[in-house]
């Protein structure tokens, strides 16, 4: 074999070792598929939680097992503030203040300016549908809620056991006038308080789950009565209070807790609550004219997107079930997904 021959052949064998290594546009799409990490994910905790707490570090880790790569923040309310900082705030504190400073903690987050995931517990659910209907900058692509009572209590949540003195003050506090403004704007559970019995009350002083629901403007008063305050309500939240809504999101997935105890009612993590005229029956989302009239938006997601999806996790409230249980399945089937 002459040298031509022996040029040629290797001339041949480069090629065909190139084209192997090209890869064909499946290939391709794989590759970019891979190389785009999981979309971030933000937690919001619940109740007498803390951001960094024992349960929340586990769950975060267990999150980043399952998608390799994930970002997650976990709102810290107030920020750089102590453990019992923290859990006071869960309890003591001005509902919505809470949710525009985790409005202005998420916007500071540089992983998260392409758009995240938004998860919340119980309480925390609230606060991030909060961020969803009035900040949504960086826009929250998927929301997940665990057992948030979205229509609200009729039953103040108890405290742990053994009860912490800051539960023990806030529930004395409520209990005493849950309709005053004194407990509206200072005892978080006042805040999302709704008493089917006392709606008209309700509707006059309450501000931050009233208006999450697009209930604003049913009472006398609105619950404000500095007209100052009030414009800047309006600019903030829109007519009817609810802000963009939730029509804007690609999915809302609410967890309700079948065996929950702790919500009342529990179908509420599922936009129910009980009648006005009998607490013995439940009337459930579609038939409640929040949704009817699609005053947030959640009829159009529901029906026109099919982005609202109700599950369920069989135990208690919070009981996420462990390795493998609903929890788990939750965030194998609604987080990390790449854009």
Known sequence: MNSFQIISLWSL???????????????????????????????W????????????????????QVHPGIFVHSVQIPLNGTLDDERRAGFWGNAEEQGWAGCEQIASIPELEGGFDGMGFSQGGLFMRFYAQYCNNPPIRNLITFGSPHLGIAALIPCP????????????????????????????????????????EFWNVNS???????????????????????????KKKGKNGSGKG????????????????????????????YSPTNKTELVLMEDQPMYKDDWIGLKALNEDKEGLILEHCSGEHMDLGGKGGCGDKIVQQWVGWRN
């Open 246 to 273: 939730v029509g804007h999101l690609d999915n809302f997935v609410a967890v309700m807790f079948d065996q929950d105890r702790t919500v009342s009612p529990a179908q509420s993590s599922q936009f129910a609550t």
């Open 13 to 43: 064998l480069l090629n065909a070792l190139m084209a192997l290594a090209v890869p064909t546009g499946n290939d391709q799409l794989v590759l970019q598929s891979e190389s785009k990490k999981p979309r971030p994910l933000v937690i």
């Open 45 to 64: 905790h619940g109740l007498g939680d803390t951001a960094l707490s024992s349960g929340i570090t586990s769950f975060i880790e267990n999150i980043k």
């Open 208 to 234: 931050f789950i009233r208006d999450l629901n697009g209930e604003k403007g049913l009472g006398e008063d609105n619950g404000i009565n500095d007209i100052d305050e009030k414009e800047k309500q309006g």
């Open 161 to 200: 056991t053994p009860p912490t003195l800051s539960c023990l003050l806030a529930a004395r506090v409520a209990r005493s006038g849950i309709y005053t403004e004194y407990a509206q704007s200072h005892i978080v559970q006042a805040a999302y308080f709704r008493d089917t019995e006392r709606l008209d």
